[in-house]
């Protein structure tokens, strides 16, 4: 997992921030402002990435109350979000399962369904007689190169929600045509109303 691109992408952005950027907090803004707007879109993304917390954790008694399962939810909601936006492919990336990055830290279940998932349950079934660290690494042999993705790290999508085109012979949506009349204030009266 060292090697792993996603890993060593963001030192190796930090890394090249820190040679651009001055040593000195006294010449930082000037420099700021000297960059493109689309280097400084770059660097506010490369800041902002190191606020993203993606990881799950149990809410439980153990740990000492730090996080809630509301506060695990929000964050992996969050960080689907911006994975949907981002495209995000771990595959497309280069993650596989392996002994040492999944397989041999679930269960032989979870390992089983894997495997079933990937390569259907008939192969699954071959492989229920073994110990678990043959199964695991029966498992990353079946898993490479077939695009299974470990749940966690897959990007929900969102299916889009049809709407009916018309219910009772009236549109069911309504237009975002022009209001039909008009109280003469035109735009001025939002503003009012805003005040």
């Known amino acids: 997992m060292d090697q792993f691109f996603p890993i060593t992408s963001?030192?190796?952005r930090h890394e090249s921030w820190a040679e651009r950027l001055p040593d000195q907090p006294q010449d930082l803004w000037e420099a700021l402002i000297a960059l493109s707007a689309?280097?400084?879109?770059?660097?506010?993304a490369h800041c902002a990435s190191f606020g993203i917390n993606a990881v799950w954790?149990?809410?439980?008694?153990?740990?000492?109350?730090?996080?809630?399962?509301?506060?695990v939810s929000g964050r992996i909601e969050h960080a689907q979000v911006l994975g949907r936006a981002?495209?995000?492919?771990?595959?497309?990336?280069?993650?596989?399962?392996?002994?040492?990055?999944?397989?041999?830290?679930v269960t032989k279940v979870r390992i089983l369904s894997a495997v079933g998932e990937a390569k259907g349950a008939g192969v699954a079934a071959r492989l229920t007689g073994l110990k678990k660290p043959d199964i695991a690494k029966e498992g990353e042999r079946l898993l490479a190169g077939s695009g299974w993705l470990a749940e966690p790290l897959r990007t929900p999508t969102i299916e889009p929600v049809e709407e009916p085109a018309a219910i009772d012979g009236e549109p069911a949506v309504e237009s975002e045509a022009a209001p039909e009349h008009d109280n003469?204030?035109?735009e001025e009266s939002f503003a009012i109303a805003a005040e």
């Open 86 to 105: 981002a495209e995000l492919d771990m595959v497309a990336a280069g993650w596989t399962a392996t002994v040492d990055n999944y397989l041999g830290r």
């Open 57 to 71: 954790e149990p809410a439980n008694r153990y740990n000492e109350g730090r996080v809630s399962a509301r506060t």
């Open 184 to 186: 003469g204030q035109g």
């Open 38 to 44: 689309e280097d400084q879109a770059a660097l506010f």
């Open 10 to 12: 963001p030192h190796q």
